[in-house]
């Protein structure tokens, strides 16, 4: 299950995807873009979660759910992790409002995070306001899109993003799941 014994993960399968992320905080080379896509319940937003509480969390252990930064995120009032599509919908007035907050200055370290939930529900409009800020995102900063498919969206967004698709466990992963299954 876990691909390094750095980071706390307890997520099933995935470990090309899981083991590729590892690496990024490893070398401290994030991306500009991630877009994180596969059907849904396969395990993207589980991931997205442990992926960026590890970001910021400042123990050696990834993430240690205790500190302040892991505290925080958890509560959402982490002022350098900013999300969109989890609680709105992704109107072209949500998304620049969304945009306006992510040109902010950073509030503590070097790192600012955009999630975005339900990349795939955007609306041309919001695509389209979103596209410059995807083209070149504030120094600093990260986006994360997740969508359950890609089929409909712009191939700008495409484009713009480091793909890191999900796919259905094995039967493998199934099974280990189901043992530690509480």
Not at 138 to 151: F, H, M, N, Q
């Amino acid at each position: 299950m876990l691909m390094s014994n750095k980071y706390k993960w307890p997520i099933y399968g995935h470990k090309r995807q899981l083991n590729f992320l590892q690496k990024v905080l490893n070398q401290d080379k994030l991306a500009n873009t991630y877009l994180f896509y596969g059907a849904s319940g396969l395990g993207k937003k589980l991931t997205v979660d442990y992926f960026s509480k590890s970001i910021f969390c400042k123990n050696i252990l990834k993430p240690c759910q205790k500190c302040n930064n892991c505290r925080m995120i958890d509560k959402n009032i982490f002022l350098n992790l900013d999300i969109l599509g989890k609680n709105e919908d992704l109107s072209v007035e949500n998304v620049r409002n969304f945009l306006s907050r992510l040109s902010l200055s950073k509030v503590s370290g070097k790192i600012k995070l955009a999630i975005i939930y339900n990349i795939d529900k955007i609306n041309l409009y919001g695509a389209n306001a979103l596209l410059k800020t995807l083209e070149e995102p504030p120094r600093g900063t990260t986006i994360i899109l997740i969508a359950d498919s890609i089929i409909n969206l712009p191939i700008t967004i495409l484009s713009r993003s480091q793909s890191i698709k999900f796919q259905a466990l094995t039967r493998i992963n199934m099974e280990e799941w189901l043992e530690n299954f509480e």
